[in-house]
């Protein structure tokens, strides 16, 4: 056995707590996690939604068998699949279809009846445990491969009381990792705006809408969050000075800035990699976008067009922005290459397109297209044409933003009245609600995959 | 001792700065929340310009006054475009101002809850600028006139998309 000591950051108010787990990485056998990494297999990277994985996440073992453990065990089990099941990869089998108690019978490879679980069409099944300990709580997790009949991974975590729903996403890391041989987005954090303290101001949830923070408190209309590809600073457009002026705020607290040019100063958007910043400024007398600093110092003008220029996407590589433009009568939208300031024309179809978003992968759009009077998000090819609508007959749907990993679009909704924050995979299938507050939420912003701050 | 000396020294920079940012502040007007249309008796002195005036001349001055601040100019969906009945109104608040040379107006932009809210903020200071200029061309001083957008943020009548795609000059 290795034991690594490391610390997990959570955010408490802003800020930093440092929690120390203890993470053992279990060496079971020769079997261990990386000595089958590389065989990507599992998730089909053309369809992965159409064709779920079914899972079996049966309830987790309470090892010595209070009271206590059980509770936790069952919380953790279902957080599990909870979490597995939100990436769209996993169709999670209900437990009542399952022949056999692992939380009884036994949790490791010999304890397994792997007939039992192909029987009712399982292909993965997660076996844990809990040991609570003090107030220590000690967690195993088992990753099995059914048809194979083999441990792909098992992993053994220990930490305080209140540690574990990180145990438990670190080990869907685990398993996201395993399968897809990416780290997924259990790490990232949403941004958006929501008006639970009676203004709209911003707030930073976990990337499953847990633990939303209030992060701005500007009592004025506050909106438009936009993360830096380190996740350190969110610029963002406030009323707080009475008009629409642009902050730029470090997370940690510590420094900030202010874009109070006369007229509105709107959109912001970071260049990856670089502390610059574009956004939407008009004192000039048209609404134009501007390359900035991370102090908000106006570099040079993009634009050099007549009529309204806003909401600025760059591509990942940095290399091209979309944006929107009324150049041409009404809101379309357009990219410009960076290097040579080139402009074309990306949308044809429809008169109202908006709210552009450049997926990671930097192949795709997405963005908001109004259709006789409908709201929807739609995905285009990132070089034109192709449009796919994602969204439809659901009230207004709006302002897109992409899971790092790109599998998962946040968007905002008014299918169920209000406007509130919804979710679904980059292929429209799997909408559900992401934030449960009161109030409206809208302007989701997804983070970086990893944030630090 | 050392982190003392750099507290004391970011106290110098900082309070010159905020003393500094104070000023600043002061300079600007403040465009103020949105205000009641009802109009406000104590800001009566800044639009009673003679002495001579009677009773029912102040009656009709606030009636004047009340009608500029409640009358909005309405747009078409996506347009900054001012059309004759905009035009209109436009023509009647520019006469106000001729009689009311000393009011300080802020010429709000506003549009209805669909599209975007970023490109409706700045649609609604296209609009707001659009009546700015129009009452300039028709002699009001601009240096009395101020525009700020709220976009599709203060709808004036949540059920009637057309009520909302206006511009409102209210008067400080």
């Given at each position: 056995?290795?034991?690594?000591?490391?610390?997990?950051?959570?955010?408490?108010?802003?800020?930093?707590?440092?929690?120390?787990?203890?993470?053992?990485?279990?060496?079971?056998?020769?079997?261990?996690?990386?000595?089958?990494?590389?065989?990507?297999?599992?998730?089909?990277?053309?369809?992965?939604?159409?064709?779920?994985?079914?899972?079996?996440?049966?309830?987790?073992?309470?090892?010595?068998?209070?009271?206590?453990?059980?509770?936790?065990?069952?919380?953790?089990?279902?957080?599990?699949?909870?979490?597995?099941?939100?990436?769209?990869?996993?169709?999670?089998?209900?437990?009542?279809?399952?022949?056999?108690?692992?939380?009884?019978?036994?949790?490791?490879?010999?304890?397994?009846?792997?007939?039992?679980?192909?029987?009712?069409?399982?292909?993965?099944?997660?076996?844990?445990?809990?040991?609570?300990?003090?107030?220590?709580?000690?967690?195993?997790?088992?990753?099995?491969?059914?048809?194979?009949?083999?441990?792909?991974?098992?992993?053994?975590?220990?930490?305080?009381?209140?540690?574990?729903?990180?145990?438990?996403?670190?080990?869907?890391?685990?398993?996201?990792?395993?399968?897809?041989?990416?780290?997924?987005?259990?790490?990232?954090?949403?941004?958006?705006?929501?008006?639970?303290?009676?203004?709209?101001?911003?707030?930073?949830?976990?990337?499953?809408?847990?633990?939303?923070?209030?992060?701005?408190?500007?009592?004025?209309?506050?909106?438009?969050?936009?993360?830096?590809?380190?996740?350190?600073?969110?610029?963002?457009?406030?009323?707080?000075?009475?008009?629409?002026?642009?902050?730029?705020?470090?997370?940690?607290?510590?420094?900030?800035?202010?874009?109070?040019?006369?007229?509105?100063?709107?959109?912001?958007?970071?260049?990856?990699?670089?502390?610059?910043?574009?956004?939407?400024?008009?004192?000039?007398?048209?609404?134009?976008?501007?390359?900035?600093?991370?102090?908000?110092?106006?570099?040079?003008?993009?634009?050099?067009?007549?009529?309204?220029?806003?909401?600025?996407?760059?591509?990942?590589?940095?290399?091209?922005?979309?944006?929107?433009?009324?150049?041409?009568?009404?809101?379309?939208?357009?990219?410009?290459?960076?290097?040579?300031?080139?402009?074309?024309?990306?949308?044809?179809?429809?008169?109202?397109?908006?709210?552009?978003?450049?997926?990671?992968?930097?192949?795709?759009?997405?963005?908001?297209?109004?259709?006789?009077?409908?709201?929807?998000?739609?995905?285009?090819?990132?070089?034109?044409?192709?449009?796919?609508?994602?969204?439809?007959?659901?009230?207004?749907?709006?302002?897109?933003?992409?899971?790092?990993?790109?599998?998962?679009?946040?968007?905002?909704?008014?299918?169920?009245?209000?406007?509130?924050?919804?979710?679904?995979?980059?292929?429209?299938?799997?909408?559900?609600?992401?934030?449960?507050?009161?109030?409206?939420?809208?302007?989701?912003?997804?983070?970086?995959?990893?944030?630090?701050? | 001792?050392?982190?003392?000396?750099?507290?004391?020294?970011?106290?110098?920079?900082?309070?010159?700065?905020?003393?500094?940012?104070?000023?600043?502040?002061?300079?600007?007007?403040?465009?103020s929340a949105p205000q009641p249309v009802v109009s406000d008796?104590?800001a009566?002195?800044?639009?009673?310009?003679?002495?001579?005036?009677?009773?029912?001349?102040?009656?009709?001055?606030?009636?004047?006054?009340?009608?500029?601040t409640?009358?909005?100019?309405?747009?078409?969906?996506?347009?900054?475009?001012?059309?004759?009945?905009?035009?209109?109104?436009?023509?009647?608040?520019?006469?106000?101002?001729?009689?009311?040379?000393?009011?300080?107006?802020v010429?709000?932009?506003?549009?209805?809850?669909?599209?975007?809210?970023?490109?409706?903020?700045?649609?609604?200071?296209?609009?707001?600028?659009?009546?700015?200029?129009?009452?300039?061309?028709?002699?009001?001083?601009?240096?009395?006139?101020?525009?700020?957008?709220?976009?599709?943020?203060?709808?004036?009548?949540?059920?009637?998309?057309?009520?909302?795609?206006?511009?409102?000059?209210v008067i400080e």
């Amino acid at each position: 056995m290795k034991i690594n000591m490391f610390g997990m950051k959570k955010i408490g108010g802003l800020k930093k707590v440092l929690v120390a787990v203890v993470l053992i990485h279990m060496a079971l056998g020769a079997l261990t996690g990386h000595t089958v990494a590389g065989e990507y297999n599992y998730i089909s990277i053309s369809n992965p939604f159409m064709n779920k994985i079914p899972i079996a996440v049966p309830y987790f073992s309470a090892m010595s068998g209070n009271a206590d453990e059980k509770k936790i065990a069952r919380e953790a089990s279902d957080l599990l699949a909870e979490t597995l099941e939100f990436t769209g990869f996993f169709k999670v089998i209900d437990r009542d279809a399952f022949l056999e108690d692992p939380s009884q019978q036994g949790i490791v490879t010999s304890r397994i009846n792997f007939k039992n679980w192909r029987t009712i069409g399982a292909e993965l099944l997660i076996t844990g445990g809990v040991l609570v300990s003090s107030d220590q709580v000690e967690m195993e997790f088992r990753l099995f491969d059914i048809f194979k009949e083999k441990l792909l991974i098992g992993k053994r975590y220990k930490g305080n009381s209140d540690d574990t729903r990180r145990m438990v996403r670190r080990f869907a890391k685990e398993v996201i990792f395993q399968l897809t041989g990416k780290n997924g987005i259990f790490e990232s954090k949403i941004a958006f705006v929501s008006s639970t303290s009676g203004s709209k101001e911003l707030y930073i949830c976990d990337f499953d809408g847990y633990d939303p923070i209030k992060i701005t408190h500007k009592n004025k209309l506050t909106f438009s969050p936009a993360w830096s590809s380190d996740g350190r600073y969110i610029a963002f457009t406030s009323y707080a000075r009475g008009k629409a002026d642009l902050y730029i705020k470090n997370l940690s607290g510590k420094r900030g800035a202010v874009v109070d040019l006369p007229g509105v100063n709107l959109s912001p958007c970071w260049m990856p990699g670089r502390f610059e910043l574009v956004a939407s400024l008009s004192f000039s007398g048209d609404q134009e976008i501007y390359l900035l600093t991370g102090t908000g110092k106006i570099i040079k003008r993009l634009t050099n067009q007549w009529d309204i220029d806003v909401s600025p996407s760059i591509s990942p590589d940095g290399g091209q922005m979309a944006f929107v433009s009324r150049r041409s009568g009404g809101p379309q939208l357009y990219v410009m290459d960076m290097g040579s300031g080139s402009v074309r024309r990306l949308t044809f179809q429809g008169n109202y397109n908006t709210s552009p978003s450049w997926s990671p992968a930097g192949d795709k759009i997405a963005f908001v297209g109004m259709v006789s009077n409908a709201i929807d998000i739609y995905v285009m090819d990132a070089k034109g044409g192709g449009a796919i609508q994602l969204t439809h007959n659901t009230g207004d749907n709006e302002s897109p933003s992409w899971s790092p990993d790109g599998n998962l679009i946040a968007f905002s909704s008014t299918r169920e009245g209000r406007p509130k924050v919804y979710v679904m995979t980059s292929f429209g299938t799997d909408q559900r609600r992401l934030i449960a507050m009161t109030g409206e939420q809208s302007c989701p912003r997804w983070s970086p995959s990893e944030i630090d701050y | 001792m050392k982190k003392n000396i750099w507290l004391r020294l970011a106290v110098l920079l900082l309070i010159p700065g905020m003393l500094l940012t104070v000023s600043c502040g002061k300079k600007k007007a403040e465009p103020s929340a949105p205000q009641p249309v009802v109009s406000d008796e104590s800001a009566s002195s800044s639009y009673d310009d003679g002495s001579s005036r009677g009773a029912d001349d102040a009656a009709v001055t606030d009636a004047d006054r009340e009608r500029f601040t409640s009358e909005p100019i309405y747009f078409a969906f996506d347009s900054a475009s001012i059309d004759d009945a905009g035009r209109a109104v436009v023509d009647s608040k520019a006469a106000y101002l001729k009689n009311n040379t000393q009011a300080a107006v802020v010429v709000e932009g506003h549009c209805d809850e669909r599209g975007t809210n970023e490109y409706n903020i700045a649609l609604g200071d296209r609009r707001a600028n659009a009546v700015k200029n129009l009452l300039v061309d028709l002699g009001a001083d601009g240096s009395k006139l101020t525009t700020i957008s709220y976009g599709e943020e203060r709808l004036a009548d949540p059920t009637n998309h057309d009520k909302n795609r206006r511009v409102q000059c209210v008067i400080e």
